[in-house]
């Protein structure tokens, strides 16, 4: 090749060079290991010849391109190989700003970020792969997270205040009386007892997917936005298993965090619980306005229904008011705001219920032909005065309350109840209720006026209760003028004595026990009875009678003073007959009857009646015939019912039936007890029907208008302290009672008070304003019922004689009379002692040291008073002492006056 097409050397420094000159600098071999040929040196164009310069391994390359970089960052540009300023004016180079022609890349790093082989904007755009692996790994992460999340979450307990409920009291025929004990009106139903119709409206309103879904729906959160967007019908985004987390285990605050929970638990919740136990929850737990929580609150308060019996209809409108009860209540809440008027809120639940029902037919719950009948908008119920317990209605719930405490089998108590959660049906009918509440009201309020008559007309009680002899169910109390003010349910056991209406079951005991053989010993005596007849016996009727025993010895107490029973006006009677007796209401002939009977006898004829026990005094005092006993009105309509019912005796209850959630904790059951022949039940009816059937019987104004026959029997207690009326049809057995009682709680020494002078009349009779009320109530309780009559009883028992002295000329009357004697009491030789012998009984006659009370938390019956524990209950009275100048329970020598 000739010298002048020789390429010229490139010079090694200074001026010229760029990117090729470094491009081809690159390009020659260097190192130790070249080839020994490129060392020869050669001539240059002007013939000078001049060493070309070695390079080293790919080693000293790199350190060559490392010292170039480092003297580009402090000379400002020039590269490795050129010189600064080169064509396209920056340092050459491959490290130089300018893009290399050539050199290696920078090593690729395991995350390629900045990107390694791209230059320029290109290196800042992540690759796919890149883009896929975070990805994966993002959601790696999450799937970690929510594992460890849901691992680490637990189920909670549902919250005490999405269990809180009430009890519910229903009256005899299965309508709501009121519903206490709780602060929540809710009521928990199991699944079966919530229709599949209300459960699906729920469904279709709701969360179409429940049944299949995990718990959470991000479809349906989806569809909830998009529906709200587009203004269209929505449902939840949440699912209504975490509408029920939300209800039941969560707060209600409306938080990210509280959110993300709900998330968690929901799924936990539908991984552990069955769909339909999901179901149930939230429809417990959901509030239905109104002050209801729970679809079975929500059915009553509503539709005045249990929730078993809803319709797709009134489902539908249910499940509207899920969405808010403020704005689709057809009642209305402008309180709460203007906009959620009576008449918007029915347009929207009218929208909304229509469309609940087209979703059912769609999701194939409803049939297109069903959903054709509901073409009226089903108007719910206008909201109801929350009942509450003033009035009869505190009562009733105490006397349901006890009874229920005191016969249960489960052990349930007072604390349990106190919880909620109880339905209980009582025997109370409503009308029943409301005629005797009103009768007594009318006769009061007719002749009772405390601020005209403040020394005779204050602290006047009324008590009275009404059974059925046919099953023994208490229909009807008056327990006082209201429940929130007076405390003590005067219709339980009050300490106020019977007097005279005790003298059946010594009539009772006469013609089943019999009377002593008197010439006989105590034991013979005793073997050797003679059954009575209460129209061919007859008994000494005088006043002042002499008392005594089987035997006839004349009765003494443990001093030896004798026992003379009066009688009421102090009138004579000569011997008369036991059903003449029963009818102008003597004492001497009962009081000496029950002696020949035998005390023992009698007091075990009031238990088999139904008297309690507790009720009656101890010992063998005379005075315990004629009423010294002090049981409760409940008590003493129902052992008049005994009679009424031919003998078969049956404990007085007020619970029908008791649910809790839907299972049934108690029933009544307990067995009738045929305790009384018909012939001596129906005896015992015969002549108490003559007391205010015929003419000259003391009950007589308790006569009802249509004629209807009534058995029954008056009673003023010793002092005038208390007065009586018992009666009955043969449907139905009412008790009244009167007294004046100071029951103040804070009134430490409490006294039965005298009435003569109350109401204005000299003395108060059982025939009196107790007759006046039990006619009145009787009139209305027995109205369009069929007019029965009592058995024809079967002649009874035989002739029997008693009472020992010649019969005086009786008293000239008109017509038996209660009224007092105007007679100054016997000498003081003759005055009574009032020191009978005392017995572990409660003595009638010198007073309990306990109070004369039952035991208020016993079980048996109706007697206990009040709701156990209830600070508001209070302990009875304790009898009065005998009084030897009026009334029936008089102790001592002298008997006190009948009536």
Known sequence: MSEHRRKQAQPQGGQGGGRAAARRAAQRPAGRRADPSRGVPTASHSGSHEPEPSYGGRAEARKAAQRGRRRAAEGGGAGAGGHVGGRRGGGGGPDGPGRPRGGRPGRKRLIDYPRHEKYGWRRWVPSWKLVTGLCIAFLGSLMTAATIAYAMVGLPNPSEASKAQNNVYFWDDGTPMVSTGGEVNRQIVKIEKIPMAMQNAVISAENKTFREDSGVDPMGIGRAVFNMATGGQTQGGSTITQQYVKNAMLSQDQTYTRKVKELFISIRVDAELDKPDIMAGYLNTSYYGRGAYGIQAAARTYYGIDARELNASQSAFLATLL????????????????????????????????????????????????????????????????????????????????????????????????????????????????????????????????????????????????????????????????????????????????????????????????????DLGPEQGAESRTKVSPDKSKYNGKNKLKIKDYNGDIWTNEKGEEWHQRNDGDKDHEDINLREAMKVSANSPFVQLGMDVGIPQVRQAAVDAGLLEDSLPGGSNPSFSIGIADPSAIRMAGSYATFADSGTQRDPYSVQEVTKEGTVVFEYDKKPQNTFDADIANNVTDVLKSVVMEEGGTGTPAQLPDGREVAGKTGTTDGNKSAWFVGYTPQLSTAIDMYRLDDNAENKNRKFLEMFGTGDQDKIHGASFPADIWREYMTVAMKNTEALKFPEPSPIGEAVYGGGEPSPEPTPTEQPSETPSEEPSETPSEEPSETPEPTESCDRWNGCEDGGTGDPGGPGGEDPGGVIGDPGSSTSPPPETGDPEGGDGGGGLFGGQGG
């Open 323 to 518: 969405k808010g009860a403020t704005y689709y209540d057809p009642n209305g809440a402008p309180s709460i705001d203007t906009n959620a008027s009576a008449e918007a809120n029915t347009m929207r639940a009218k929208e909304r219920w229509a469309w609940i029902l087209d979703e059912m037919v769609k999701d194939g719950h409803l049939e297109a032909a069903e959903r054709a009948k509901y073409d009226k908008f089903p108007m719910p119920d206008p909201p109801k005065k929350n009942a509450q317990l003033g009035g009869q209605v505190g009562y009733l719930v105490d006397l349901a309350k006890a009874y229920f405490i005191n016969n249960n089998k489960k052990g349930y108590t007072a604390d349990d109840l106190a919880e909620g959660g109880f339905e209980i049906k009582t025997t109370f009918n409503k009308k029943k209720v409301n005629a005797l509440n009103k009768a007594v009201t009318d006769i009061y309020k007719a002749n009772i006026d405390p601020k005209k008559r403040p020394d005779t007309d204050t602290h006047v009680q009324f008590g009275g209760a009404s059974v059925e002899p046919e099953t023994g169910k208490i229909v009807a109390i008056y327990g006082g003028q209201d429940a929130t003010k007076h405390f003590t349910n005067n219709a339980d056991q009050t300490g106020a004595q019977v007097g005279s209406t005790f003298k059946p079951y010594v009539l009772a005991a006469a013609m089943r026990d019999g009377v002593r053989d008197p």
